[in-house]
């Protein structure tokens, strides 16, 4: 089975940088993938990990540690709209089987 | 607008009735999916289909039913639901080789009375 655990909610200021931290326990892991999700919407890829180290993609960077099972999201330069949750998940097996985490309820204030 | 469309959007329903959940890919993937969004719990999986055949059913109850009749339309037919069974539904699609990516549709809210 497969089980990845994220902070219920987090709050930071806008303009300001954040990190989501994701630790997963799985067999069979291949990646870690980040998704975002506004209230009322469908969640929308974010970034994938397949390999250790930072993958920066704009004002969003996600880092994966195989060694440590641990992932995280980082935020820079927060705007309001990007007050949303974020799910962190694995997966493994080649249809893509994959797995969410608990979510982080993300607000940033002004 | 991400190339999967869910109907209907917002679904009431009695335990007794039977109703179906309808998705359809426009991205000409090969995998579809059926997961549950509760309140306070993770997207689970309910169902995985790759190139049209089930591949993953993970201990659903038997009151859901899907249906994959081509690559690009994915079903989920209800009867006899409990309250509990009220939530988000969301249809998604992929391509196998691409590294984790899902394309999710906008869910269809379900509500059992």
């Known amino acids: 089975g497969q089980s990845l655990e994220q902070p219920s909610e987090v709050t930071a200021v806008e303009g300001a940088i954040v990190q989501i931290n994701c630790t997963y326990q799985?067999?069979?892991?291949?990646?870690l993938s980040w998704y975002q999700q506004h209230d009322g919407g469908a969640p929308t890829f974010l970034s994938y990990?397949?390999?250790?180290g930072l993958e920066e993609t704009g004002r969003f960077s996600s880092f994966l540690s195989r060694s440590d099972s641990y992932g995280y999201l980082l935020l820079q330069e927060l705007q309001m709209k990007d007050s949303a949750s974020y799910f962190c998940?694995?997966?493994?097996?080649?249809?893509?089987?994959?797995?969410f985490g608990t979510g982080t309820k993300l607000q940033v204030i002004p | 607008e991400t190339g999967v469309t869910q109907t209907p959007r917002h679904l009431v329903m009695g335990m007794t009735n039977k109703k179906s959940l309808k998705c359809e890919q426009h991205?000409?993937?090969?995998?579809m999916y059926w997961y549950k969004q509760s309140a306070k719990k993770p997207l689970e999986l309910m169902f995985v289909?790759?190139?049209?055949?089930?591949?993953e059913n993970n201990s659903v109850p038997s009151r859901f039913s899907p249906e994959c009749p081509n690559s690009s339309h994915l079903f989920l037919h209800l009867h006899t639901l409990q309250p509990e069974d009220s939530a988000l539904y969301l249809c998604?699609?992929?391509?196998?080789?691409?590294?984790?990516?899902?394309?999710f549709g906008e869910g269809s809210r379900l509500t059992v009375l």
């Open positions: 998940a694995s997966d493994s097996g080649g249809y893509q089987k994959v797995t």
């Open positions: 998604a699609s992929s391509q196998e080789s691409a590294g984790g990516e899902l394309f």
């Open positions: 799985t067999s069979g892991f291949y990646g």
């Open positions: 990990n397949a390999l250790d």
């Open positions: 991205l000409g993937h090969n995998a």
């Open positions: 289909y790759s190139l049209e055949e089930r591949v």
